[in-house]
Structures are given as C-alpha cells and as structure tokens.
C-alpha cells in the first residue's frame, strides 16, 4: 500500500476518535497528579488504550504509576511516550495531558496497520516527568531496550522542531545547625540560614565563570521559624544543568563547593541528597526528525526559530536518556499561547480548548505519519532506522 493512502487512513482514524482522545486530555487536565501520585491518570490512559484492544500491562516493571500497552506483533517495534505526570501548584502548565493522548492517538491510528508495516506498537505510561526521572528508573528496570525507534511531541508556545535539552541533576540541600535566642544567647547558636546564604552568594559568584550552556537555579524550602531564634535548619531544591553529562558532572563538583563553604563558614552539618538521577542530553535521530519536519509542514504547522521565540526545546527531560538507548526524536508543537510559556499558569490554560484540540490531533497524526514514513516497505520514503 502507498504510502500517502497509509498517512490518509492514520489521519482518519486520529479524526475518528477525536472525540475520545479530547475527553481524555480533558481529564487529565482538570484531574492533575504529580510524580509518582498519577494513579488515576495512568488508569484513564491505559484504559482508553486497552479499549483500542491494546494489551495493557499494568503496575510495569512494579511502578505503580507505570504502564506498557501492545499491539500487533510485527518484527519492528515503536513506542510512543505518555506522560501524565503534572507540576505542583500549577497543574498541567507543561501539557503532559496533551502528550499522554497523543501518544494514545498515534497508537490507535497505526494500530490497523501494525501488519501492513510489520510493526509491533506500543505506548509506554511513564510516570514522574518533572523531577522524578520516571523514564531513566523504568530504563534501569529494562524498559526501551528493544525497541527500534521511540518519540513522542511536547506542547510548548510554539512549534520548535529538534530537543536540545540540558542534562540536569536534581539536589535536596539540607544544613543542620544549632538553635539559640538570637537576643541573648546568639554565640551558642549555629546558624544554618547563614549556611544557606554563603551558598547561594557563592553560586551567584561562581555563575560568571561557567560555561554559557549552564544553568543553577533553586529554591529555599525551609529558612526558619521565628526572627527572635536562631534557625537551626534549614533545606532546599536545586537543579544543575549543563550540555551534557559529562559538562554536568564538573559542574556538579564546583556547585556542591559552594554548598560545602556554607557548612565551612558557619560551623553547620551540610547533607546533599540526589532528589532523583541525572537526566541525560537528547541525541536526536536526524531521518526521523526530517520526516516530521516535513510531514508538520505538509499538516500546516510553521516552524519558529528557536532563538527568538522559542527555547523550551532547551528543557530538560528524561526522554533524553532514553534517546541515549534507541533512536529518537523529542518535537515541540505549539499551543499559541505567547506571552505565556511552560511552567505558568497562563500556559496551562493554553493546554485545552480549541486551539489545544487541533494540537493534540496534529500531534497525533504527526507521529503516525513519521512512523509510516520510516517504517513503510517498498516506497521511497520509507526506511527503516539503523541501530544507534
């Protein structure tokens, strides 16, 4: 079969079940969990996808959150991301309910034509985007290792095509020190406040000598209770981000310095504590992406520059690692929802209504065309990923 009756049959089976794949983001939005939390978010995606006739492996490789479902049983195999997992406070304001049913839809789309393609289909539940490294503990249980080519495509303010994410770790600071009244006794006090600030001026000053591609960015969680004691602990959550892991782990080692001259200065006990593993940089597999780049065009999507008016392809995310493992592309596609961006609340309003809609339904389309395109025997356009 051609390949555009192929890419027209995907597209009316995404048109088909827009409704469902609508009411599915749709929940997800108004029923936001975070890392680790998603059960019913997970349930509702697994659900959907085993209503499809889908094989639904529940509680996966023993994550709760967790799910593998399966179709057809083709000798190349593809899977399409589902995340679900949303941010605390803000909800869905990084889209993941418009991800995890697109994924779903691009399932169900090549699904009737997982023989044709000789494919077997599968979209992966992975929970814990946002700080978790939900996809690097699933890999480190086995996940993804079989699998020939693995994408899925992330909202953002507008359509950027190739990923670019920083590698980032996740650090819980904590300083132990010893409380005393700051009026009468402050010599008998230790004060881990103080810890905290030597630390953070020490990272504002070390900033001017890192590289250009490097960010460090936190928050202080506990500073203390009252003005009149001196604060005997304090703690915080802080991200480092660098080109990739090996650039990270240098700068790793000059950030937890700064933390350490704190605990130096004050006298107070300094714990730092890995919130999850490293996130990888993303390798993109380069006929992939021109596919969709093609294929987004074709669809009508424009493409921003990312220079000027995009950079959320430079966010970290644990699908880098899993592109470090199998062939992968990571697009962006746009929700129109400038000024408002990822991560504000603005932008997770951008994630349902008319405008969202037609992104999920674009999105979905688009991943089973790529698919198609690379997959498809006996046509010019389609060729089968080399292994990495």
């Known amino acids: 079969m051609h390949v555009d009756t ?12 827009a409704d469902a794949l ?30 499809h006739g889908f094989t639904v492996t529940r509680n996966y490789l023993g994550f709760e959150t967790a799910f593998l479902a399966e179709v057809g049983s083709g000798s ?32 169900v789309a090549l ?37 020939e080519f693995a994408m899925m495509v992330h909202p953002a303010p507008v359509d950027i095509a190739e990923a670019e994410p920083f590698a980032v770790s996740h650090k819980y600071i904590e300083y132990t020190g010893v409380s005393a009244h700051a009026a009468a006794y402050p010599d008998e006090g230790i004060n881990a406040n103080d810890a905290f600030v030597i630390a953070q001026v020490a990272i504002g000053l070390l900033r001017q000598q890192l590289p250009p591609d490097t960010r460090i960015h936190g928050v202080q969680t506990v500073g203390g209770s009252v003005p009149n004691a001196i604060p005997d602990k304090t703690e915080g959550r802080w991200y480092i981000r660098a080109a990739t892991l090996e650039d990270l782990a240098e700068v790793e080692r000059k950030v937890e310095a700064c933390f350490e001259a704190g605990a130096v200065a004050t006298g107070a006990e300094l714990k730092i504590t890995e919130e999850s ?32 008016a995009g950079r959320m392809n430079r966010a970290s995310t644990d699908m880098g690692n899993v592109s470090q493992l199998v062939p992968a592309i990571h697009p962006y596609i746009g929700v129109d ?46 060729a089968t990923p080399e292994s990495t």
Not at 79 to 88: I, Q, R, S, V
Not at 121 to 140: M, N, Q
Not at 286 to 297: H, I, S
């Open 6 to 17: 192929l890419k027209s049959q995907t597209e009316a089976t995404v048109t088909e079940h």
């Open 22 to 51: 609508t009411d599915l983001s749709e929940t997800l939005h108004a029923n936001p969990e975070t890392a680790w939390e998603e059960y019913a978010s997970s349930k509702a995606v697994a659900d959907l996808l085993e209503h």
């Open 76 to 107: 190349r195999t593809v899977g399409f991301m589902a995340e679900y997992d949303a941010l605390a406070g803000l909800g869905h304001a990084c889209g993941h309910n418009l991800i995890a049913a697109s994924s779903v839809g691009a399932g």
């Open 111 to 147: 699904a009737p034509l997982a023989d044709e393609l000789d494919l077997t289909i599968r979209v992966y539940g992975t929970p814990a985007e946002e700080g978790g490294a939900g996809k690097v503990e699933l890999i480190d249980a086995g996940a993804f290792q079989d699998l």
């Open 277 to 308: 593993k490293s996130y990888a940089e993303f390798r993109t597999y380069e006929p992939a992406l021109e596919a969709y780049k093609r294929n987004a065009q074709a669809r009508g999507r424009v493409f921003a520059d990312a220079k000027t």
């Open 337 to 382: 929802s400038l000024p408002y961006t990822n991560h504000q609340k603005g932008f997770a309003d951008a994630c349902v209504g008319p405008v969202a809609e037609q992104t999920l339904l674009d999105a979905a389309v688009l991943m089973a065309w790529t698919t198609i395109d690379l997959f498809a025997a006996g046509t010019n356009e389609g």
